[in-house]
């Protein structure tokens, strides 16, 4: 498993490479088939303050013209005199579409102000009367910026067209300001304001604010990437305006050139800049490099540590090996001991036997000779002369010291049998004790084999 995982390592290691050279020889210029998607807002018919002129106008002529450039509107079209509700929803829809890795515009014509350095949109229904208001009747612009933010896209472009006259200006809010406040771009983002932070951007008297007319002609131009696109609108709303409305553009660094309307005729892309691809591939490289030296490390390790585990199981498996033999050899011993001890116990069985018999003719012969002794006694008695007397009673006296000889010596033999019958009666206790049980069969077969003394007979052997 070690080796297989190690071998996947190596060819995601290798396809790794080849995608970051790949990526070191790629064009700087966005693909034609990338991915484009805006979110264009319009907000002039206000209930609560000034209505604009030109705000739907100029949003439907963005619409119109991001659309011809491949831009896939979100909603399929402009959202026009927008709730609030339906502005953050858009914004969110915006910001799933962004995640597929499209280039995103987002364009909003409408009521701007800044509150304490934060810039947001007026929804057509937003009804301000004091500062804390603000945070629910508008709209920040930093809910767009969080929503690209969190997509991982490359590039994202807003373009705020909001920077007319104060609509809430004397309402209570002191700390508004003239036009929008200056916003620090995230990284892959442009931010283009209408007019300069802090000015007042003017609506139009022609159907069309000065910003969006120029827009829309810059970004319909070929060969005019991101940051030429921006200083063409630039020039276009200062001369437009005699001097009065400059439009500005914050933006952080962009990776790649962008071009709305693509290279102008005859045009190549200029030369890429790869450094930083170059080194991000070449981070990339290192990175895969140490994953595969730690993949193979991590399976030279475990290889070791099988090997230890299969030799851990070895020793095991010989020391169980070693006590099942130790155990059976011992109780071979055991059953052997017992063997040698229950044929003792019936040899001594046997003698106590002979003991036995013994004592039974012994008292038999005693019987004997106390007959003999009393028949000599009645002779005594019955003598007619005083020879006669003192011949049976020298004899009695011989046959009573005879007898009590021989009673002596039975009361001897008497107490060796019980002795010898109590020794046995402990052994085969002892016996007992120890060695009555169940034996396993090799034990017995190799202690009686095909012998048949009566132990082993006794076991059927």
């Given at each position: 498993?070690?080796?297989c995982g190690r071998g996947k390592m190596l060819r995601r290691f290798g396809w790794a490479v080849v995608a970051a050279l790949f990526a070191l020889t790629a064009s700087p210029v966005l693909a034609a088939t990338e991915k484009r998607v805006a979110l264009v807002i319009g907000n002039d018919s206000y209930r609560f303050a000034p209505t604009l002129r030109n705000a739907r106008a100029d949003a439907r002529l963005m619409a119109e013209t991001l659309g ?394």
């Amino acid at each position: 498993m070690a080796d297989c995982g190690r071998g996947k390592m190596l060819r995601r290691f290798g396809w790794a490479v080849v995608a970051a050279l790949f990526a070191l020889t790629a064009s700087p210029v966005l693909a034609a088939t990338e991915k484009r998607v805006a979110l264009v807002i319009g907000n002039d018919s206000y209930r609560f303050a000034p209505t604009l002129r030109n705000a739907r106008a100029d949003a439907r002529l963005m619409a119109e013209t991001l659309g011809g450039l491949g831009f896939r509107l979100i909603g399929n079209g402009p959202l026009l005199d927008a709730e609030r509700p339906a502005m953050e929803q858009a914004i969110r829809a915006f910001g799933k579409a962004l995640r597929e890795g499209a280039v995103g515009v987002f364009y909003y014509s409408g009521h701007g102000l800044q509150v304490k350095g934060t810039n947001y949109m007026a929804p057509v229904s937003a009804k301000v009367a004091d500062e804390s208001d603000v945070k629910y009747e508008l709209v920040d612009v930093g809910f767009v910026l969080d929503e690209m933010g969190n997509a991982g896209n490359r590039l994202n472009i807003v373009i705020l067209d909001a920077c007319r006259n104060n609509p809430l200006g004397g309402k209570g809010l002191r700390s508004t300001g003239d036009g929008l406040a200056t916003m620090t771009a995230p990284a892959g983002t442009a931010i283009a304001f209408a007019t300069q932070p802090g000015n007042v951007a003017r609506d139009g008297d022609n159907g069309h604010s000065p910003y969006a007319e120029a827009l829309a002609k810059a970004i319909r131009t070929p060969g005019l990437d991101l940051f030429d696109t921006f200083n063409e609108v630039g020039l276009a709303v200062k001369k437009s305006t005699g001097g009065h409305q400059q439009p500005w553009l914050s933006s952080s660094p962009i990776e790649g050139r962008f071009y709305f309307a693509g290279l102008g005729k005859g045009e190549t892309a200029p030369p890429a800049d790869n450094s930083a691809e170059a080194a991000r591939a070449k981070a990339e490289i290192e990175r895969l490099k140490r994953e595969a030296a730690d993949a193979k490390a991590a399976a030279e390790r475990a290889n070791a540590e099988a090997v230890a585990v299969k030799r851990r199981q070895q020793e095991d498996e010989a020391r169980a090996d070693a006590r099942r033999q130790q155990a059976e050899a011992d109780a071979i011993d055991e059953f052997r001991s017992c063997r040698n001890e229950a044929n003792a116990n019936q040899a001594a069985s046997d003698r106590l036997k002979e003991q036995m018999e013994q004592l039974r003719r012994g008292w038999e012969a005693l019987q004997a000779e106390k007959e003999g002794l009393d028949n000599t006694q009645a002779a005594i008695n019955a003598s007619a002369n005083q020879y006669d007397a003192s011949f049976f009673r020298y004899l009695a006296n011989t046959q009573f010291q005879n007898y009590n000889t021989h009673v002596r010596d039975l009361n001897a033999d008497k107490d060796e049998y019980n002795n010898n019958k109590s020794i046995l009666k402990a052994k085969i206790e002892h016996y007992n004790s120890r060695c009555v049980k169940s034996w396993p069969h090799r034990v017995v077969e190799a202690v009686c084999g095909a012998s048949d003394d009566s132990f082993c007979a006794s076991l059927g052997q």
